[in-house]
């Protein structure tokens, strides 16, 4: 009996997390996409009702503007996020004075919960408090920076305050990423009359394949759940000019009654982060059976 005990300890210890895991995870996820095909509205129905709720779903206008709004965000947050932390994690690798006090400015907006990123940046883009009027009050009366209530423009402030939050992250992921590469490797170059351009563009960059694919893969997952971050700055408007899917989501569910398009509309998000998610795991697990 000892013996099976002390065997079988580390079952019985994880077992209870496993089950708790496998129903409030795994089992919410199935009863999401179930209820995605019932005639649900302000309660959960159970009879069957194929993908009506999914037709319904794509027929929507307002769910394509939250579409476009996405692949727009996620391209310009994705690509400016990589951009500014590959510049400033070379720039910190070249081990310059105050690195330490510098690297905490940078990661520091990350430590801020989105709710208090979008509620600072609202203040800040406020036509009548924040950028516009500090330089109509310096005498630039002709200068505008009304983006927050532009229809055209308001998608681009939470651009502007998803890469402010998120760049210090990045920034941390590939600085790690260069120092972990072989010094030996950036002396051999040099002798070889390399520049610091060509050594960093041709060798040390193309070297951080799995840096470049990891933050990719977090800056996309924070890009297609963003809700809280919407909601602080602009809460989806003017109108619905800066919806995305989280923020039609939680309206369907919440305030308009309707459950199955709320839960049709979660499946296409999951669906969505499964296309990016399994993908990369699999070119992970391949490269590393490569290296075995």
Known sequence: ???????????????????????????????????????????????????????????????????????????????????????????????IRAEGFLRTVYLYPMALSFIVTGTAWKWMLNPSMGIEKLFTDWGFTDFTFDWLVNRDMSIYTIVIAAVWQSSGFVMALFLAGLRSIDDEIVKAAKIDGAS????????????????????????????????????????????????MPAVFMTQMAFHRSEIGLASASAVMMFLTVLAIVVPYLYSELRRQDANT
């Not at 959960?44 to 779903?57: A, S, V």
């Not at 794509?58 to 476009?68: G, I, K, L, T």
């Open 196 to 243: 610091l351009y060509s050594i960093y563009i041709t060798i040390m960059l193309p070297m951080m394949r799995p840096v470049f694919m990891s933050s990719i893969v977090i800056l996309l997952h924070i890009s297609i759940k963003s809700y809280d971050l919407v909601i602080a700055l602009t809460a989806g408007g003017p109108g619905i000019s800066s919806d």
């Open 1 to 95: 009996m000892f013996y099976w005990l002390q065997k079988n300890l580390p079952k019985i210890v994880l077992g209870p997390s496993f089950v708790v895991i496998l129903w409030f995870v795994y089992g919410f996820v199935l009863w999401t996409f179930y209820i995605s095909l019932t005639k649900s509205k302000m309660l959960p129905r159970y009879e069957f009702w194929g993908f009506e709720q999914h037709f319904r779903l794509w027929s929507s206008p307002r769910w394509f503007n939250a579409v476009e709004n996405l692949l727009i965000f996620t391209v310009l947050f994705v690509g400016i996020c990589l951009l500014i932390g590959i510049i400033l994690s070379i720039l910190l690798d070249q081990k």
